[in-house]
């Protein structure tokens, strides 16, 4: 079966780093991409960005690029996002979910549970 | 950047009845380059639809894809209690991908 299991929940305070994790498995994780989704509080999904596992060629959301990094470790099968200084407005729900196609052009399937973010002073 | 923009934005019927989603895009994005996907409350998004009209795998017959260029539907043919949630279309036709606002589906 294939399975995206991400990281718990966290609650940061504004300014602090924060990286949450997705661990992929049941399938050859190096030779799809992996993308992150954006979901604020009662608002609908919002594309982050991709990385491919093989050679960590990474692209990003051009209108959110700069506000976080995609990373990842290939042998633990696992993709990061990362916020080297959290704000208020990165509260939401953050999805990974296996990319079908190459660099963009293709679907989503499965997605990770999420993790819930919560920026608070 | 290609908008999408699906109509209603919710959806009131009753189990056995038809839905019917639409999902307009704000420039062509072909005949080919289209998915949908469920949201229940508290669930992670699941994929429906690919490629317009391709079901994933498990997913039942009542649910069916169409459209091209701009113009695409979700369509649901005899709701079942399950059915009840939100719906997303998703192009990626045209850099950055992008979803659509979401569809809700309520008795």
């Known amino acids: 079966e294939v399975r995206l299991v991400q990281s718990g929940a966290e609650l940061r305070k504004p300014g602090e780093s924060l990286r949450i994790s997705c661990r992929g498995s049941?399938?050859?994780?190096?030779?799809?991409?992996i993308a992150w989704v954006r979901q604020m509080p009662g608002k609908g999904l919002e594309w982050m960005g991709i990385?491919?596992?093989?050679?960590?060629?990474?692209r990003y959301s051009p209108s959110l690029q700069g506000q976080f990094t995609i990373s990842v470790d290939k042998s633990i099968n696992t993709a990061y996002l990362e916020w080297s200084s959290v704000k208020a407005s990165d509260t939401a729900i953050y999805y990974c979910?296996?990319?079908?196609?190459?660099?963009?052009?293709?679907?989503?399937?499965?997605w990770g549970q999420g993790t819930l973010v919560t920026v608070s002073s | 950047e290609v908008v999408l923009t699906q109509s209603p934005g919710t959806l009131s019927l009753s189990p056995g009845e038809r839905a019917t989603l639409s999902c307009r895009a704000s420039?062509?994005?072909?005949?080919?380059?289209l998915a949908w996907y469920q949201q229940k409350p508290g669930q992670a998004p699941r994929l429906l639809i690919s490629d317009v009209s391709d079901r994933a795998t498990g997913i039942p017959n009542r649910f069916s894809g169409s459209g091209s260029g701009t113009d695409f539907t979700l369509t649901i043919t005899r709701l079942e209690p399950e059915d009840f949630a939100v719906y997303y279309c998703h192009q990626y036709g045209g850099a950055p991908l992008s979803f659509g606002g979401g569809t809700k589906v309520e008795i």
């Open positions: 420039q062509s994005i072909g005949s080919r380059y």
């Open positions: 049941g399938y050859s994780f190096r030779t799809y991409w």
């Open positions: 979910a296996r990319h079908i196609g190459i660099a963009g052009t293709g679907w989503f399937d499965p």
């Open positions: 990385i491919f596992p093989g050679d960590s060629d990474t």
